[in-house]
Structure formats: C-alpha cells, structure tokens
C-alpha cells in the first residue's frame, strides 16, 4: 500500500488519480501508524512552507518523515520541506537534503509554471529518462543544488529538479501532471 501524506497542502488527489491509472492503490492519510506501516510513502503538495510545516509538528509528522525506511517520494512542496530551510516564512524544514530552498529572484516571470526539462545526473529514481525530458513545473521557490542533486533544472538559475539520499527521493516538478516522462518516473519509483 502507498500512503499520501495529508497535510492540508494541495494537489494530494492529482497524485492519487496517477497511482490509480498505473493500478496502484493508495491512502490519503496523516495518521503516523499508516504511514510507518506502508510499503512507500509520497509526500506531495502545493502550498506554503510556513503553513505545512506548522501542520506537520502539530501532528509528529516531522518526525515520523524523518524516520522512515520504506522509499519516500517528495513533490514539489514536498521536495521543499524535506531541505534544511526556506525563505518562505523564513521556515525551518525537515533536514533529511542538505539544501536552502530560495525565492526566485525579484523581476523575472514567477512563478516557474510550465513545461520545462532537466539534465539527469543521477540516482536510481530517474534511470531510464532521456537526457533533457520535459516535465510540468509550478513553483516560486527552489531548492539550491547540494551533494544530494540527481536533477538540475535551469530557469533563471541552475536549481535542484530532483534530489536522492539513501532511501529518500524528491522531485520539484510534478510527475503526476507531466505526461509519459512522469509516468515512467512513478513506475520507477513504485519498483524500488
């Protein structure tokens, strides 16, 4: 079973809807015993880090993200709260990448919203995707490029699209929205 980590950030039924299309089912749930006790963890969502952050503590699911062993799959603000920290809501985050989450610099077209691609360099989660494949981004903030970067993006400035540490994985794009490029990276994910 995969568990979605719900914590009132958007975007949770996006993901579910495309664990159902590859025939895997899933819970939508913020209960710590469900998630310790899933075969995979996502950790999606659309949101402010301040806000989702104060969400997870007041449940123990900073904690509970931080222990577990079955493989994680953070998503865009998922991506964000598992770093160090971010600007937004000068936000203390999870920790588990050794990476600041940063503002887009003022006066360029932000939010980042649309297709764009990424170069592999890389990690287990990303195998088998061509160089420079396209995915759907939506997001003013991004994680700065650490030891712990499986993926770069480059929109204004080189940022971290995807990052990979032992048993924990995040990507700043959305594979739910990104067409056969972010299906195959699900299936890579539902593999390991």
Request: net charge negative; proline share 5%.
């Amino acid at each position: 079973m995969i568990a979605i980590i719900q914590y009132n950030a958007g975007n949770i039924r996006s993901v579910q809807n495309a664990l159902r299309r590859l025939g895997c089912e899933s819970i939508v749930t913020d209960v710590p015993e469900e998630i310790r006790g899933a075969d995979k963890v996502i950790f999606p969502g659309v949101g402010e880090a301040g806000t989702a952050m104060q969400y997870l503590r007041d449940r123990g699911l900073d904690e509970v993200i931080c222990s577990l062993r079955q493989p994680v799959l953070g998503i865009c603000l998922g991506l964000q709260l598992m770093c160090t920290h971010s600007e937004e809501g000068d936000t203390s985050c999870l920790g588990i990448f050794d990476a600041a989450v940063r503002r887009f610099p003022p006066g360029e077209k932000v939010p980042h919203i649309g297709w764009n691609n990424f170069s592999h360099i890389g990690g287990r989660l990303l195998s088998g995707i061509p160089a420079e494949a396209d995915c759907y981004y939506v997001h003013s903030y991004y994680a700065e490029r650490c030891n712990d970067t499986s993926a770069v993006c480059d929109y204004i400035l080189p940022f971290s699209a995807g990052l990979e540490k032992d048993n924990f994985f995040a990507l700043q794009f959305h594979p739910e929205k990104s067409a056969a490029t972010g299906e195959k990276i699900l299936q890579n994910f539902l593999a390991l």
